[in-house]
């Protein structure tokens, strides 16, 4: 499964413009994000603990995203960009708005989402990663195959839990999505749309 199938829209070209000029900016958010996914599928697991594939799964992806942290850690240390605080962005927020809150929609949903967040972010480390110079530019290079494998695996898990509508709810998801990824932002993130003149 591609990144093409999944997104709705690409991420505009002012976005990435922005991004590499900004590439300090988003390394901070990028170490945030590596923290929320790694939380995000911990809280599946505990949401969800009769399902033990899915835990597993999870498990493993969990301690992924922690060594991603890590190493954009690593990166900030070694590029001189100081760890800052951040308000939540719209992104997150905007998704959930569109969720289900109640069994058996609610993860089903989650699962996708995750599979959503994971191929926006795939998409845009391939975008950087020839835009940025090294040693940025290769290890986001490296970390887009980790995130398309991500992705696979958020829609592999939804797709076993709702083979009847995982598709329809994807595209639907999908929609909001792209809403938020192509759509003028107050503040520049790693999921945001193009900052606002």
């Given at each position: 499964?591609?990144?093409?199938?999944?997104?709705?829209?690409?991420?505009?070209?002012?976005?990435?413009?922005?991004?590499?000029?900004?590439?300090?900016?988003?390394?901070?958010?990028?170490?945030?994000?590596?923290?929320?996914?790694?939380?995000?599928?911990?809280?599946?697991?505990?949401?969800?603990?009769?399902?033990t594939q899915?835990?597993?799964?999870?498990?493993?992806?969990?301690?992924?995203?922690?060594?991603?942290?890590?190493?954009?850690?690593?990166?900030?240390?070694?590029?001189?960009?100081?760890?800052?605080?951040?308000?939540?962005?719209?992104?997150?927020?905007?998704?959930?708005?569109?969720?289900?809150?109640s069994?058996?929609?609610?993860?089903?949903?989650?699962?996708?989402?995750?599979?959503?967040?994971?191929?926006?972010?795939?998409?845009?480390?391939?975008?950087?990663?020839?835009?940025?110079?090294?040693?940025?530019?290769?290890?986001?290079?490296?970390?887009?195959?980790?995130?398309?494998?991500?992705?696979?695996?958020?829609?592999?898990?939804?797709?076993?839990?709702?083979?009847?509508?995982w598709?329809?709810?994807?595209?639907?998801?999908?929609?909001?999505?792209?809403?938020?990824?192509?759509?003028?932002?107050?503040?520049?993130?790693?999921?945001?749309?193009?900052?606002?003149?």
């Open positions: 499964m591609s990144v093409e199938s999944i997104l709705l829209v690409a991420t505009p070209a002012a976005w990435v413009d922005a991004a590499v000029e900004g590439w300090r900016e988003l390394l901070v958010d990028h170490a945030n994000c590596e923290k929320k996914a790694a939380s995000t599928a911990l809280a599946l697991i505990f949401a969800y603990p009769e399902d899915l835990g597993l799964s999870l498990s493993r992806l969990a301690r992924e995203e922690l060594r991603h942290f890590e190493q954009v850690q690593g990166a900030m240390t070694e590029l001189g960009v100081p760890f800052t605080r951040q308000k939540p962005g719209r992104y997150a927020a905007g998704l959930r708005s569109v969720m289900r809150t069994e058996p929609g609610r993860k089903l949903d989650l699962l996708l989402t995750g599979a959503l967040i994971e191929a926006r972010s795939c998409e845009r480390f391939r975008l950087l990663a020839v835009r940025l110079q090294p040693p940025l530019g290769r290890f986001y290079a490296r970390l887009a195959e980790s995130e398309a494998r991500h992705f696979e695996l958020y829609v592999g898990l939804a797709r076993e839990r709702g083979a009847q509508e598709e329809a709810r994807l595209r639907a998801l999908a929609g909001k999505e792209a809403e938020l990824a192509t759509s003028q932002d107050g503040e520049l993130r790693f999921h945001s749309g193009p900052p606002a003149p």
